[in-house]
C-alpha cells in the first residue's frame, strides 16, 4: 500500500486559501483506477470527504465545498494538492489524504495534518 | 446527499463483552458501506467493505452484516485495543459520506 503525508502551513489567516499537498511514496497517482482523496475531522468531531482526485486528472467534489475547493496532481513529485479558498474558522480541522485503490474506499491514510484558521 | 445515522453514540462495555455497532443509510446504498475505526490521535484504519469483507490484516473478531439500509459492525470479544471510535462510509453515490460515529468506551 502507499504510503502519504500531508504538508503545509499549519496557520491560516481567515478570508486566506488553505493549501496542502500530500506527497505519495510506495505508488504513483497515475496508477489506473486509483483515487486520491482528501478528507477532514473537526477537532472533537466527524469525518467529512472534501473530494478526490481520479489518476486521469478528473476530480470529485463535495457539493457543501465545491465553489471554494480544488484539487490536483503534479505527477513529476508523486504529489497531490488541495486547496480551499476564503477560510473561515469552521475549515480548523484536522486534514487527511487518502488512498482508495478504485473501489471508493480509503485503504491507507495519511496521518493528517491539524489546519487552524484564526487571524 | 445519503445520511448514514449511527448508534449508539456511544458504547460501554467491558473487554471480552461483544459489540453491537450499528449505521442505517437513509436510502438504499445496496452493500456499499465500509467500517473504518480510529484511535485518539491517528488517522483512521479500513476494517470493512462492501459491508462484510474484512480489510487485509483485520482479525477475525471483527465483522459486518446488512439488513436491508441497517448495517451492523459486531466485534465478537473486545479486545483492549478496540477502545475507539468507529465510523461508517457509503459509496453508493456521490458525495462519498460518513456516520457520526459511535465511541466503544470501557466500561
Request: glycine fraction near 10%; charge should be neutral; hydrophobic fraction near 30%.
Amino acid at each position: 500500500q502507499p504510503q502519504l503525508k500531508e504538508s503545509g502551513p499549519g496557520l491560516v489567516k481567515p478570508s486566506e486559501t488553505l493549501s496542502l499537498t500530500c506527497t505519495v511514496s510506495g505508488g504513483s497517482i497515475r496508477t489506473d483506477n486509483n483515487f486520491w482523496g482528501w478528507i477532514r475531522q473537526p477537532p472533537g468531531k466527524g469525518l467529512e470527504w472534501i473530494g478526490s482526485l481520479y489518476y486521469s486528472g478528473t476530480t470529485y467534489y463535495n457539493p457543501s465545498l465545491r465553489s471554494r475547493v480544488s484539487i490536483s496532481g503534479d505527477t513529476s513529485k508523486n504529489q497531490f494538492s488541495l486547496k480551499l479558498s476564503s477560510a473561515t474558522a469552521a475549515d480548523t480541522a484536522v486534514y487527511y489524504c487518502a488512498w482508495d485503490p478504485g473501489d471508493y474506499w480509503f485503504a491507507s491514510w495519511g496521518q493528517g495534518t491539524l489546519v487552524t484558521v484564526s487571524s | 446527499e445519503i445520511v448514514l445515522t449511527q448508534s449508539p453514540v456511544t458504547l460501554s462495555l467491558s473487554p471480552g463483552e461483544r459489540a453491537t455497532l450499528s449505521c442505517r443509510a437513509s436510502q438504499s446504498i445496496y452493500s456499499y458501506l465500509a467500517w473504518y475505526q480510529q484511535k485518539p490521535g491517528q488517522a483512521p484504519r479500513l476494517l470493512i467493505s462492501d459491508a462484510s469483507n474484512r480489510a487485509t490484516g483485520i482479525p477475525a473478531r471483527f465483522s459486518g452484516s446488512q439488513s436491508g439500509t441497517d448495517f451492523t459492525l459486531t466485534i465478537s470479544s473486545l479486545e483492549p485495543e478496540d477502545f475507539a471510535v468507529y465510523y461508517c462510509q457509503q459509496r453508493s453515490t456521490w458525495p462519498l459520506t460518513f456516520g457520526g460515529g459511535t465511541k466503544v468506551e470501557i466500561k
